[in-house]
């Protein structure tokens, strides 16, 4: 009695999956880059800390950079639009009514007198903000 058993083809490699989902992990990082950007003022240069851990940052975290210009006068950014105090409290504010916690991170500038910080907390007080931190980065290692 002959028995016709077929062989089974071999299972080779598909290649349309794989390049969907290397299109899909691209679009993905590009753009989160592009939200990393519109959140930090380049000009500032955070202080450093000695200690090794990171904070966890909330979701809806909300980042304000803080710098002095050449004449000593703040200047304040949230997403590439600068703000007074005042605007920035008014902003701050219509935050609060949407979210009772708003998390705020202050990016200040290490070379900035601390009054100015201290000015900018104070704004984030008067707008009902008490979720604050402050950014840091790990002090540079000499190699």
């Known amino acids: 009695m002959k028995i016709n058993a077929k062989i089974p083809e071999p299972i080779g490699f598909q290649l349309a999956p ?5 299109f899909l992990l691209l679009i993905f ?6 939200f990393i950007l519109n959140e930090q003022d380049l ?9 090794t851990s990171e904070d966890p940052r909330a979701i809806d975290e909300m980042i ?3 710098r002095e210009d050449k004449d000593g006068k703040l200047i304040v950014t949230i997403d590439r639009t600068q703000f007074t105090l005042e605007e920035l409290q008014a902003q701050l504010s219509r935050q609060v ?8 991170r202050i ?7 601390w009054q100015k910080v201290a ?8 707008a009902g903000v008490y979720n604050v931190s402050f950014s840091k980065q790990m002090p540079k290692t000499s190699e």
């Not at 794989?18 to 290397?22: C, K």
């Not at 000009?43 to 200690?51: F, G, M, N, R, S």
């Open 29 to 34: 990082f590009v753009v989160t880059q592009k």
């Open 119 to 126: 000015d900018v907390i104070s704004t984030c007080t008067k």
């Open 97 to 104: 009514r949407i979210n009772k916690h708003q998390p705020v």
């Open 64 to 66: 304000i950079n803080a």
């Open 107 to 113: 990016r200040g500038d290490a070379d900035m007198r």
């Open 18 to 22: 794989m390049i969907d989902v290397v």
């Open 43 to 51: 000009e500032v240069k955070v202080p450093t800390a000695d200690t």
